[in-house]
């Protein structure tokens, strides 16, 4: 098993246990890869979260952006992570819509997961500082 794989294998099921609390929350999405392309196309009724763990093999260059795109228009609305590091994170979103993340990424795994919440669990979302 190469290590790639194997850091892959292990952010992946990192993500299952990034957010614990928050265990009525519906699943929308999930998405993995390794470099550059856009995810599929999904739907979510705010709040709605993403998950996301990204990592890469020590030593090398690593950098990734992952942006989000409304899918319904085209147009950009942003920036949801940049990183240099491997990482996870968990960002909550108060928008509705029909989306797709572009990621941009060098030599970074990347792991995304997108889930519907309660309004009871949003209020408890409490974002890092």
Same mark, same amino acid.
């Given at each position: 098993?190469?290590?790639?794989?194997a850091?892959?294998?292990?952010l992946? +099921?990192?993500l &299952?246990? /990034?957010?614990? !609390?928050?265990? *009525?929350?519906?699943l $929308?999405a999930? @998405?993995s890869?390794?470099?550059?392309?856009?995810?599929?196309?999904?739907?979510?009724?705010?709040?709605?979260i993403?998950e996301w763990?990204?990592?890469?093999?020590?030593?090398?260059?690593?950098?990734?952006?992952i942006?989000?795109?409304d899918?319904?228009?085209? +147009?950009?609305? &942003?920036v /949801?992570?940049? !990183?240099?590091? *491997?990482?996870?994170? $968990?960002?909550? @979103?108060?928008?509705?819509g029909?989306?797709?993340?572009?990621?941009?990424?060098?030599?970074m795994?990347w792991?995304?997961?997108?889930?519907e919440l309660?309004?009871?669990?949003?209020?408890?979302?409490?974002?890092v500082?």
């Amino acid at each position: 098993m190469n290590t790639r794989f194997a850091l892959t294998t292990a952010l992946v +099921a990192a993500l &299952g246990l /990034a957010c614990p !609390s928050l265990g *009525a929350e519906e699943l $929308v999405a999930n @998405f993995s890869g390794n470099g550059s392309g856009n995810t599929a196309e999904f739907e979510a009724h705010a709040p709605w979260i993403m998950e996301w763990v990204v990592g890469g093999e020590a030593g090398q260059y690593e950098v990734i952006e992952i942006g989000m795109v409304d899918a319904t228009t085209g +147009a950009y609305q &942003g920036v /949801a992570v940049r !990183s240099k590091t *491997a990482g996870s994170g $968990v960002r909550l @979103f108060d928008t509705s819509g029909r989306f797709y993340f572009r990621v941009a990424s060098s030599l970074m795994n990347w792991h995304i997961k997108v889930a519907e919440l309660t309004a009871d669990e949003a209020s408890e979302y409490k974002p890092v500082e």
